[in-house]
């Protein structure tokens, strides 16, 4: 059965650890399913990666358009043909990124911000949201000697403080959603019960 799970996070969270590790221990359960990034996974994704990452000339509005643009191409491109044919989808970030790096970060407005995804992905949401939330000053040291040139990485800890809030407020007005976990634990304890739980929610949605 088809299954769209996205994990979300500051940075130095764990999102591409787990993403792969979840994604192994589906494959050894019999599960098809891949993994996709945001912004990436696509040629057009990854060029604008590039440009977000290393550029320098930047306004909130042009990063979330951007984002959108990459967004857009990989739902239509990758996303929808997965789950159309049974996959499970493993996306790491999505639209929910975007909210709190474009607006609690830097102060877009999230009805701009929310109306543009929205049209970017037609509308398609993901079947469960896995936050690895993390203190912004152990995420910070987690990743330091990583790529110097990214933007987000290299701005100031208010900025980072302001986006893990606004995770915890996103995900806190969809629960349901949102299966949101400690990243300090040791990766093999967190790569477990994300396991535990995706595979319970998928027995669950067969039965129903």
């Known amino acids: 059965m088809s299954l769209f799970i996205v994990f979300e996070g500051p940075e130095g969270s764990g999102k591409s650890t787990q993403s792969r590790l979840l994604s192994q221990n589906l494959e050894r359960s019999g599960i098809i399913n891949q993994i996709v990034r945001e912004p990436g996974s696509t040629q057009t994704g990854e060029k604008v990666r590039n440009w977000l ?51 609690y970060g830097r102060g877009l407005s999230q009805s701009i911000i929310e109306t543009t995804n929205h049209v970017a992905t037609s509308g398609l949401y993901p079947d469960l949201v896995i936050l690895l939330d993390l203190p912004s000053t152990q995420g910070l040291e987690r990743i330091q000697g990583g790529n ?28 349901d959603r949102w299966l949101v976990l400690d990243a300090s634990k040791p990766p093999e304890q967190i790569s477990s019960n994300i396991c535990t739980h995706v595979l319970n929610l998928m027995q669950n949605r067969s039965q129903d």
Do not use: W
């Not at 320098?56 to 491109?77: G, I, K, N, Q, Y």
């Not at 110097?148 to 995900?171: M, P, S």
């Open 53 to 103: 990452i290393t550029g320098s000339d930047m306004s909130p509005l042009t990063e979330l358009f951007l984002f959108s643009a990459a967004r857009s191409e990989l739902v239509e491109s990758t996303i929808r043909p997965a789950l159309k044919s049974g996959e499970v989808v493993i996306c790491d970030r999505y639209f929910y990124s975007t909210l709190a790096y474009q607006g």
């Open 148 to 175: 110097t040139e990214d933007r987000f990485e290299n701005a100031d800890l208010i900025f980072h403080e302001k986006v893990r809030d606004g995770y915890a407020n996103i995900a806190s007005r969809d629960s």
